[in-house]
T-cell receptor, first 117, second 115 residues
Framework: AQKITQTQPGMFVQEKEAVTLDCTYD???????LFWYKQPSSGEMIFLIY??????QNATEGRYSLNFQKARKSANLVISASQLGDSAMYFC??????????????FGRGTSLIVHP | NAGVMQNPRHLVRRRGQEARLRCSPM?????VYWYRQLPEEGLKFMVY????????ESGMPKERFSAEFPKEGPSILRIQQVVRGDSAAYFC?????????????FGNGTRLTVT
């Protein structure tokens, strides 16, 4: 079964508008971390934001915020005031340790975001 | 540059040759992870190492692939007798801790092309 599901292969947004990228996850581990990464066309992976499973408030980092709904096992990324430079692939990832093993991060297949001027 | 350093950035090998990919983690990071990314896909976990130890290699192919992280020097991902299917981007990441709240910081990747 998929640990991380990103159902939107591609998204389009107008510059200066907000956009939400979906991510759902599957785990039975009570302690886990959720991350979002950005991969521009140049190929590097850029860490954006982190949400812990025990965090009471949604994480925010500048124009990025994470809409964390624990009961629904969703961790959607919200980008406010989109900029042309936000055009990239976005990956959702989770660190969990099933059966007391190592916290290995697992990645979704990604969502391609294109920001139109 | 205090980030994760990977080299080479691009590597071309003929079938049957060996590929060596290097990764120096961020300063102060002792946890290293290797991932492979195929075109249009996400990152697939390969191996997790700490200094001189392989912690989890559940994602590594059983044959031809090996990894090490010696006491001194960078982590090395080694692919012997490469085949065309090994062509991919290989990313190294490091973290300060192995806990769920510790983000991975990635290098720029090595693009391996097998001809």
């Amino acid at each position: 079964a998929q640990k991380i599901t990103q159902t939107q292969p591609g998204m389009f947004v107008q510059e200066k508008e907000a956009v939400t990228l979906d991510c759902t996850y599957d785990t039975s581990d009570p302690s886990y971390g959720l991350f979002w990464y950005k991969q521009p066309s140049s190929g590097e992976m850029i860490f954006l934001i982190y949400q812990g499973s025990y965090d009471q408030q949604n994480a925010t980092e500048g124009r990025y915020s994470l809409n964390f709904q624990k009961a629904r096992k969703s961790a959607n990324l919200v980008i406010s005031a989109s900029q042309l430079g936000d055009s990239a692939m976005y990956f959702c990832a989770m660190r969990e340790a099933p059966s007391g093993g190592s916290y290995i991060p697992t990645f979704g297949r990604g969502t391609s975001l294109i920001v139109h001027p | 540059n205090a980030g994760v350093m990977q080299n080479p950035r691009h590597l071309v090998r003929r079938r049957g040759q060996e590929a060596r990919l290097r990764c120096s983690p961020m300063k102060g990071h002792s946890h290293v992870y290797w991932y492979r990314q195929l075109p249009e896909e996400g990152l697939k976990f390969m191996v997790y190492l700490q200094k001189e130890n392989i912690i989890d290699e559940s994602g590594m192919p059983k044959e031809r692939f090996s990894a090490e992280f010696p006491k001194e020097g960078p982590s090395i991902l080694r692919i012997q007798q490469v085949v065309r299917g090994d062509s991919a981007a290989y990313f190294c990441a490091s973290s300060q801790q192995g806990q769920p709240n510790s983000p991975l910081h990635f290098g720029n990747g090595t693009r391996l092309t097998v001809t």
